[in-house]
């Protein structure tokens, strides 16, 4: 029973995958119309999951517990133009049936002591604003809203920027 967390390769594809798409239309039910989340196919998701794992932005951790992966993270740090290093969580998933048991956790932890490594003050991400487990799960780690928001066209609901500074 025991969590690893490891850098993510080609060959996790379909795990990854199983996540993601468990998540996608799981979680985002009630959270995202239901065109946005029928429009994510399995075809759509794996040609995104394979370009990412292929040629990450950044990095892209799974977590493993019993051989399978129930985890996934995405972030990268970026120097801005003035010099400073920039921390971004692009994404996190855990499997709707391994809710509650840490994974999220520990992904995220390695995330930001990954950023916080390279240089970074402060991480941002993004979060459905209709998503009120991920928010609270966020706000209980550090993260608060800093204000920003946005509506991506390919979803058509509003998120929420959210910010952890650690220095």
Known sequence: MSLQVRPATPDDLSGVLEVFLACWRESYRGVLPDAAID???????????RRVLAEPVGVVLVAV???GIVGITRYAATTADDGRIDGAVHSLYVSPRAHGGGIGGALLAQATADLR???AEAATLW???ANAPSIGFYE???WHPDGATRTQPEFGEPEQRMRKEWA
């Open 117 to 119: 490594d390279a240089g």
């Open 127 to 129: 979060v459905f604003a």
């Open 140 to 142: 209980a780690k550090g």
């Open 65 to 67: 517990r019993d051989g």
């Open 39 to 49: 429009a994510m196919t399995d075809e759509r998701a794996e040609a995104l999951w």
